[in-house]
């Protein structure tokens, strides 16, 4: 295993040998994308690209934002990600570490990264903050691949993933995540007990050497409303980033008890630049990956994106350390990893008799099966119109993701397989797993799996 | 592995050692349950119940059904089962194979099995037949649990499961099994090619040894309209067991060509009586289990009925050789199979501190997982009224059943674990995979799986 540290000091993405990284500040209003790529090498780079301020991009995916490195065909990156539940409990996960310091900085009328969110920078729908929260991860990136133009498929190979260790001394050797049982989920109007509803922030820890394959909770608050450095009062977690001030909350240290928690470390969010909007909420997963959510998208495996814009704009986070099918309380174990990503462009030529002939969804390929994900809307940005980004909080069903997931599965075995559509739908029927990926991500998620080995060598 | 025959003669249920066996003739309007139980002898028994047309009932759950056997709690039972779609193809799945000869007896005025559903005898509805096909698995028993009370839990485990050869010397060392891509599927008024909608049955084949663990498809043919003996003409697949003349299809014999179905050997169908009516379609599952179409319910898995009746009243069928989660097309590979089970009866008083403690659904337990069902309605029998038994079919989401897999796994966690609301909900976010088990049976099903592993031993 590849061991990984944090950035130690505040840097900006740079590439370890052979550097062909545009050093661009991130400013969200160019109007263009000034990156170069230089001519190839023919020899595969390897990037470092780290996370701090100058490297992230909070809450939306934008085909406005400046990439942070170009890549060739072929090159790898270290891509470091961070959790944005990071300040539910900043003694853990930020303190010390430079990297997330830059990113969590906030300050009266300074943060370190300001806006946060697809919404207005000046906040005036809600005044909850810049950006609005209309969006909530924390993406590194992007991420610009020379050559790639809409058409094109993107393939990412996910290399390693390793914990972020805790840079606090007091938990030296540790790293931490949080769950967070919020207002968007799918318990939340459905509680049992005692006060209705409520927010809770469970605290997980795991060993950061990944000498144990397990996590296991630490303690677990309810969520009070806290009162930001701008002085705006969030009662809810209605803002990503937010400081929880630990003398408000009161801990409850007596939970699962004796519980280990398989890890599956994973991105939560990686995928490409949509083409339909400038900022692009990143909760709803779409055509473009996003967010989602799928366990499966871990280390050995490869992602398949189709391509919307020039240059792809490829950015990951939303790191996870565990999560559940249907993820079902609204988050993960949200946990800061590091990643090592191989990225290889498919022009759109070179496609026929590949996996990604007629591609238009992200599609999962493991060691041993392909995932096809079906949303609500396959692409609710072009679906639902003008308001698409509002609406589509209110129009998800499992029912509608399962009906998505069974074309695509229908559409892949019949394009990459040769297999009839009567084929197609016999062996769905007996051999084809379709689970909930996610049940609170706005574009609810089902995805359709099938085993790799069932089919003959070509 | 035990090597199970077929019933070589047209026998009833028997008892291979210490017959604790009424012999009792299946007659439905009987008044009351016949059964006697001796005085347990304290050492299990074995009991043999064999599938032929007195030993079986068709499509329907009953209180009324008379028991083809009394078992003590801890008694062993090698259940045979048919799978209902034998007669799409008879030369392959009936001829030479007695018990299944005997109840796919059907000849002007004359059926080994007459009434196939809880509809009217009369077929006063429909017209399709005896019990209009409102219900369309042939279950064997039901086996009479001895001491079984309602608010009791019936333990089942599942210890062996081995396919019924063919009996046709031309199939020797065979099993055969039928996917019928039916009206009912979840695919049928959603299809590409030409001609829609339309109806497929895909023949697949396995070794009858157990020496290869695939299936592989051997024909396909379209389903054209079907006059039964009685002189009905049935244009889709409406009522269970019409005999298919072979002379009025056209095989495909260029199907899924080296493709090899994994097989999961499991019955879609086991459950003990429900109260809430006299006779009730086999397809909807409920609590009471039934059709739950789960393939986890095979060998190595243990299954925890609520007991709704005096006696439990078991009965399986519907076996499987294959099936994905959701049986998108509507059927499995259907196939017959041979159970071994151990059937234990749990009292009211006795299920404090266990899995058992206030269970009020199926729950499945296998080596490593528990899995709890959730349908779209939990009772449908008891929520939608009178009309339920034909309202279900109209009523069924993912969405809801989603939301009663979440309250059974909540309460099951609770429960059973001692763990909080708010344990529980984030166990369940970050640990439990939630999978969309059918989108076919009137009332549609989701699972939710958490690892026994993850808790502390007690």
């Known amino acids: 295993m590849m061991k990984i540290q944090p950035a130690s000091t ?6 370890v040998k052979n550097l062909t990284l545009s050093a661009l500040a991130l400013s969200i209003s160019a109007p263009a994308l000034a990156i170069e790529c230089e001519t190839p090498s023919g020899v595969p780079q390897h990037h470092l690209l780290a996370a701090n301020s100058d490297t992230v991009h909070w809450g939306y995916f934008s085909k406005e934002v400046e990439p942070q490195i170009a890549v060739q065909s072929g090159d790898f990156v270290t891509i470091e990600t961070l959790t944005h539940h990071a300040n539910d409990d900043a003694s853990r996960m930020i303190e010390g570490d430079a990297g997330a310091e830059s990113v969590f900085k906030w300050e009266k009328g300074d943060k370190g990264v300001n806006r946060r969110g697809a919404g207005p920078v000046d906040a005036s729908i809600l005044g909850r903050g810049a950006g609005e929260g209309f969006g909530v991860h924390v993406l590194t990136g992007p991420i610009y691949v020379c050559g790639a133009e809409p058409g094109d498929i993107l393939e990412v190979k996910i290399l390693d993933m390793t914990p972020r260790p805790s840079q606090n001394p007091e938990y030296a050797g540790k790293t931490f995540g949080s769950n967070a049982a ?49 002085g705006v009062l969030h009662e ?9 001030d630990h003398s408000t909350i009161e801990k409850d240290m007596n939970v699962l008890e004796g519980v280990r928690i398989p890890v599956r470390p994973h991105f939560g969010t990686m995928g490409v630049a949509p083409a339909e909007a400038d900022f692009v909420d990143t909760v709803p997963p779409g055509y473009f990956g996003g967010n989602i959510d799928n366990w499966r998208i871990g280390k050995g495996g490869t992602m398949y994106y189709p391509i919307a814009v020039e240059g792809a704009l490829l950015s990951a986070g939303d790191p996870h350390a565990a999560q ?15 990643g090592v990503v191989q990225v290889i462009l498919h022009k759109k030529d070179e496609l026929a008799d590949t996996v990604m002939e007629g591609l238009d969804f992200p599609l999962l390929e493991t060691d041993s099966e392909y995932v096809v994900h079906g949303f609500s809307y396959a692409n609710y940005l072009e679906e639902l119109g003008e308001s698409a980004q509002s609406d589509i909080y209110s129009q998800s069903s499992i029912d509608k993701a399962m009906r998505d997931a069974f074309r ?25 797993d379709f689970g909930v990926t996610q049940v609170v991500d706005g574009n609810w998620g089902v995805h359709g799996v099938i085993e790799k080995g069932i089919f003959p060598a070509k």
């Open 324 to 338: 559940g099918d249907s993820e079902l309380a609204g988050t993960a174990i949200e946990t800061s990893y590091t």
């Open 10 to 15: 505040h840097q900006k993405g740079k590439v």
């Open 408 to 432: 695509k599965m229908r559409t892949f075995l019949m394009t990459t397989k040769g297999l009839s559509e009567d084929e197609a739908i016999s062996l769905m029927s007996v051999a084809a």
């Open 236 to 244: 809810t977690i209605d803002y990503p980033g937010v400081p929880v």
């Open 182 to 230: 919020a207002w968007w989920g799918f318990h939340y109007n459905d509680l049992i007990e005692e006060p209705k509803p409520r927010e809770v922030i469970t605290i997980y820890e795991m060993d950061a050497t990944g000498a144990t394959n397990w996590a296991q909770a630490v303690y677990k608050y309810n969520w009070v409303p806290q009162t930001d450095p701008d």
